[in-house]
T-cell receptor, first 113, second 112 residues
Framework: KAGVTQTPRYLIKTRGQQVTLSCSPI?????VSWYQQTPGQGLQFLFE???????NKGNFPGRFSGRQFSNSRSEMNVSTLELGDSALYLC????????????FGPGTRLTVL | GENVEQHPSTLSVQEGDSAVIKCTYS??????FPWYKQELGKGPQLIID?????GEKKDQRIAVTLNKTAKHFSLHITETQPEDSAVYFC???????????FGAGTRLTVKP
C-alpha cells in the first residue's frame, strides 16, 4: 500500500507571495491533517479535513487555509508569506480521523526569503 | 487545551542499553497516546500507541506505559541499536477531536 505523498518536497518563496502544498493520503483514508514543524515551536496542528469538510482547526491565522477534494487529496494554502512561515509542513492521513492512527508523509520544506 | 511536556530533550545511551522517554499531559479528556520516530529528512513514523483503557503495551523491543491518574506515559526501548538513533515525539489526543498535541521531542543517540 502506498504511503502518504506530499508535493513538492522543497519550495523557496519570497515574503508576500502565496504557496499551495499538496497531500495525497493513503488509499481508503478519508481524514487528512496538516501540521507545521519548526525548531522553535515543534509540531503544531493546523487543521483536519474529513470528507471534504474542515473538522478541526488549530490556532493559526486566516492566512493558512486548506481544502479537501472528493478523492480525499488535500491542499493547504498560505497567503502573504512571512519569514516565520519557513517550516516543514507535514500531512497525516488516517482512516476516519478520530480514534484512528495517523500516518505522516515526508513533508514539504518551505523556505521564505 | 492540551499541553504535553516531554523529557529529556536529549538522551545518549550505549548500544544494548535501555532508553526511557517520559511525557506528561494536562487534559484528562485525552485518551490516545502515540509515539513517533522521526529520522532526518523524513516525516514522523508511528512506532507504538496506547489508549486510555490500557496500562501497558509492548511490541518487541518497544513498550509504552500509561498512568492515567498521574497523567504521564513513557516509552521504553530495550537492547538499543544504532538505528534507533532519531528524534522521538510523544503526543496526546482527546476523544472528541483530532487536534493532536505533541511533545517537544527527544533526540536519542545510540553509540555503537
Amino acid at each position: 500500500k502506498a504511503g502518504v505523498t506530499q508535493t513538492p518536497r522543497y519550495l523557496i518563496k519570497t515574503r508576500g507571495q502565496q504557496v499551495t502544498l499538496s497531500c495525497s493520503p493513503i488509499s481508503g483514508h478519508r481524514s487528512v491533517s496538516w501540521y507545521q514543524q519548526t525548531p522553535g515551536q515543534g509540531l503544531q496542528f493546523l487543521f483536519e479535513y474529513f470528507s471534504e469538510t474542515q473538522r478541526n482547526k488549530g490556532n493559526f491565522p486566516g492566512r493558512f487555509s486548506g481544502r479537501q477534494f472528493s478523492n480525499s487529496r488535500s491542499e493547504m494554502n498560505v497567503s502573504t508569506l512571512e519569514l516565520g512561515d519557513s517550516a516543514l509542513y507535514l500531512c497525516a492521513s488516517s482512516f476516519q480521523g478520530q480514534q484512528s492512527e495517523q500516518f505522516f508523509g515526508p513533508g514539504t520544506r518551505l523556505t521564505v526569503l | 487545551g492540551e499541553n504535553v511536556e516531554q523529557h529529556p530533550s536529549t538522551l545518549s545511551v550505549q548500544e544494548g542499553d535501555s532508553a526511557v522517554i517520559k511525557c506528561t499531559y494536562s487534559d484528562s479528556a485525552s485518551n490516545y497516546f502515540p509515539w513517533y520516530k522521526q529520522e532526518l529528512g523524513k516525516g514522523p513514523q508511528l512506532i507504538i500507541d496506547i489508549r486510555s483503557n490500557v496500562g501497558e503495551k509492548k511490541d518487541q523491543r518497544i513498550a509504552v506505559t500509561l498512568n492515567k491518574t498521574a497523567k504521564h506515559f513513557s516509552l521504553h526501548i530495550t537492547e538499543t541499536q544504532p538505528e534507533d538513533s532519531a528524534v522521538y515525539f510523544c503526543a496526546a489526543r482527546p476523544n472528541n477531536n483530532n487536534d493532536m498535541r505533541f511533545g517537544a521531542g527527544t533526540r536519542l543517540t545510540v553509540k555503537p
